[in-house]
Nanobody, 118 residues
Framework: QGQLVESGGGLVQPGGSLRLSCASSGMLFSLYDMGWYRQAPGKQRELVAD???????NYPDSVKGRFTITRDNAKNTVYLQMNNLKPGDTAVYYCRGIMTRPFRRDYWGQGTQVTVSS
C-alpha cells in the first residue's frame, strides 16, 4: 500500500515563498504521475501542478510563473516551490500519485496547510 506524506506548509506573508515536499513509500514512485492539489474552505479541490513520469510539468494559469513542480525519483519525493504567494493561495495542499500501467493505483496524502497572510 502506497503512502504519501506532505511537509513544508505554514504561515507566510504575501509575496513570500514556501517549498512543499511529498515523500512516498510503499510504491514504485517512478511509475507514478504526481500532482499537487489544494482545497480552500468552501471550495472544491483543484489542481495546482502535476508532473508526468517523464518529468513534464503542467500548471493552471492561476499559478503559472509562480509555482514550480519537480520530482526526484532517487528520493521518491515530489516538490512544489511556491513563490510570490498571495492570500488566495491559502488552502490545504495535497499530494497525489497516479499509476495507470501496469495497473491503476491512486494515492493521496493527508494534506498540509498553507496560509498566506500579513
Amino acid at each position: 500500500q502506497g503512502q504519501l506524506v506532505e511537509s513544508g506548509g505554514g504561515l507566510v506573508q504575501p509575496g513570500g515563498s514556501l517549498r512543499l515536499s511529498c515523500a512516498s513509500s510503499g510504491m514504485l514512485f517512478s511509475l507514478y504521475d504526481m500532482g499537487w492539489y489544494r482545497q480552500a474552505p468552501g471550495k472544491q479541490r483543484e489542481l495546482v501542478a502535476d508532473i508526468t513520469t517523464g518529468g513534464s510539468p503542467n500548471y493552471p494559469d492561476s499559478v503559472k510563473g509562480r509555482f514550480t513542480i519537480t520530482r526526484d525519483n532517487a528520493k521518491n519525493t515530489v516538490y512544489l516551490q511556491m513563490n510570490n504567494l498571495k492570500p488566495g493561495d491559502t488552502a490545504v495542499y495535497y499530494c497525489r500519485g497516479i499509476m495507470t500501467r501496469p495497473f491503476r493505483r491512486d494515492y493521496w496524502g493527508q494534506g498540509t496547510q498553507v496560509t498566506v497572510s500579513s
